[in-house]
T-cell receptor, first 113, second 114 residues
Framework: AQSVTQLGSHVSVSEGALVLLRCNYS??????LFWYVQYPNQGLQLLLK??????LVKGINGFEAEFKKSETSFHLTKPSAHMSDAAEYFC???????????FGTGTRLQVFP | DTAVSQTPKYLVTQMGNDKSIKCEQN?????MYWYKQDSKKFLKIMFS???????INETVPNRFSPKSPDKAHLNLHINSLELGDSAVYFC?????????????FGEGSWLTVV
């Protein structure tokens, strides 16, 4: 069965610093992997997804993620954090047969001035 | 123009009541979902419909009954509400076809049972 684990429920960075949010997956088949962002009191917005094309995936708002099969990881990065990046970030995997998403427990990103 | 819209956004109701949340998508998608986000922000799928047909039912209590009058609408009716039903309910949709399609979420409906 598919699953994802997000390491660190809270991450704090200074504005301008590197953002690194960690996600490891478990899948018995080649996975489809997603990162979603949730701003306070809002719905989920897709940041990026991996669907077995390029292993380095670029998304919106300057985020990118690299699929590493050997490490079963799909970490999310951004070179320079902005205050507006403060939100909850969710990694998710789909089971390959349907579009059912299995979410991680989320990581809250705080950005300090 | 909102792609996936759900109403109401906020709902406060008493235990034992019956309530409905409506959802509509204008993306032309064939598949719609209901997800539940609990107080710890954990997201889990409840139901999935494809072209009005139930595809996924994730061991949700019978008090929850989804209804899809057409492929653009998926409503959620909840009977005999309990305190534990307090959560954020997200409607979502995606295009049918090969897996890996993007799922588009609505803004959420915050349900509080008192």
């Amino acid at each position: 069965a598919q699953s994802v684990t997000q390491l660190g429920s809270h991450v704090s960075v200074s504005e301008g610093a590197l953002v690194l949010l960690r996600c490891n997956y478990s899948s018995s088949v080649p996975p489809y992997l997603f990162w979603y962002v949730q701003y306070p009191n809002q719905g989920l917005q897709l940041l990026l997804k991996y669907t077995s094309a390029a292993t380095l995936v670029k998304g919106i708002n300057g985020f990118e993620a690299e699929f590493k099969k050997s490490e079963t990881s799909f970490h999310l990065t951004k070179p320079s954090a902005h205050m507006s990046d403060a939100a909850e970030y969710f990694c998710a995997v789909s089971d390959g047969n349907t579009d059912k998403l299995i979410f991680g427990t989320g990581t809250r990103l705080q950005v300090f001035p | 123009d909102t792609a996936v819209s759900q109403t109401p956004k906020y709902l406060v109701t008493q235990m034992g009541n019956d309530k409905s949340i409506k959802c509509e998508q204008n993306l032309g998608h064939d598949t719609m979902y209901w997800y539940k986000q609990d107080s710890k922000k954990f997201l889990k799928i409840m139901f999935s419909y494809n072209n009005k047909e139930l595809i996924i039912n994730e061991t949700v209590p019978n008090r929850f009954s989804p209804k899809s009058p057409d492929k653009a609408h998926l409503n959620l009716h909840i009977n005999s509400l309990e305190l534990g039903d307090s959560a954020v309910y997200f409607c979502a949709s995606s295009q049918a076809g090969p897996a890996g399609n993007t799922i588009y979420f609505g803004e959420g409906s915050w349900l509080t049972v008192v």
